[in-house]
Every structure is written in structure tokens, then in C-alpha cells.
């Protein structure tokens, strides 16, 4: 294939895995700038290393990697940010609870991650074990962890009430 074919074939997908990546990226995140940071590296690496994949259709999968350790970096090397709720997002994962987003942002990154490529994505676990770089058991296990911590984190919101 031609440059400018592949050019605009990787437009096209990129056009295509936008919303994805942003949701991936805030559920790791959680910070616009550095949700936007982290696209914008994946992007430019997914461009740079377009000759090294060899099957198109796992061009997604691929790309959601790249973004994935470019979100793990942006984290091992931030600082203490402001806290979520202190920030307009823009971002925000079209989840109307509240209480229900303060669970999810009380997860680890990693369950985050996982709950994101499971529930929101459509993954299914062993596409998740790839692109994390786990078992498969080990990624039922951040869902059920996740699943368990939210659980009870909302029973002790509406215990309280």
C-alpha cells in the first residue's frame, strides 16, 4: 500500500478508536491533560511503528496497548494531582450515579482498566489478558475484585443514608 493510502487508512482508524481511547485513557487517568497526553503519544507511537503490524484487523487491539503503557508511564511518573472531583473532567464515563463514579474512581488504575475494556469496550477476558500483559485469571480477578469493591462501597453509601 502506498504512503498516502496508509496515511489515510490510519486516519480513518484513529477517527474510529478516538472515543475509545479517551474512555481507556480517563480510566486509568482520571485527568483531562494527561488523558490527552497520553492519546496524543499513543498516536504518534501507533504511526511510527505502523510498519511493524502485521495484521490490520488487530490494529485496535494494538493501539489500545500503546495507549495503555503510555498511561501507565504518564502515572509512575506524575506527581500528586488534584483530586477528581476538584476537576472538570469533560471526560466523564456517562455513568448518571454519582455514588457509582465514586466507586469506580476509588478502584486501582488496573481494575479501572479492566472494568473499562470489560463492561464499557466489550472486550472479553482473554482479549483483556493481551492487552494488559496478565492471565485471563488475573483478569476475572480485577473484575470481580472491582465488582466487589464497588458493591460494597455503595451498600455503605446506602447504609449510611
Not at 448518571?96 to 482498566?113: C, H, I, Q
Not at 464497588?150 to 446506602?158: A, D, G
Amino acid at each position: 500500500m502506498n504512503k498516502s493510502r496508509t496515511d489515510a487508512w490510519f486516519a480513518g482508524e484513529i477517527e474510529k478508536a478516538q472515543p475509545s481511547m479517551f474512555r481507556v485513557a480517563f480510566a486509568i487517568l482520571r485527568n483531562r491533560t494527561d488523558v490527552e497526553d497520553a492519546t496524543q503519544s499513543a498516536i504518534l507511537k501507533a504511526y511510527s511503528r505502523l510498519y511493524t503490524i502485521s495484521d490490520r484487523k488487530a490494529f485496535h487491539s494494538w493501539l489500545i496497548r500503546i495507549l495503555k503503557n503510555e498511561c501507565f508511564d504518564i502515572l509512575r511518573s506524575r506527581r500528586p494531582i488534584a483530586r477528581i472531583e476538584d476537576c472538570d473532567t469533560g471526560y466523564e464515563m456517562q455513568v448518571p450515579d454519582p455514588d457509582l463514579n465514586r466507586a469506580f474512581d476509588a478502584l486501582s488504575p488496573e481494575e479501572r482498566l479492566t472494568v473499562t475494556l470489560f463492561y464499557f469496550e466489550g472486550y472479553k477476558t482473554a482479549e483483556i489478558a493481551k492487552l494488559t500483559d496478565v492471565s485471563e485469571g488475573a483478569v476475572r480477578s480485577r473484575l470481580s475484585r472491582a465488582r466487589a469493591s464497588m458493591k460494597k462501597q455503595l451498600s455503605e453509601k446506602e447504609q449510611k443514608q
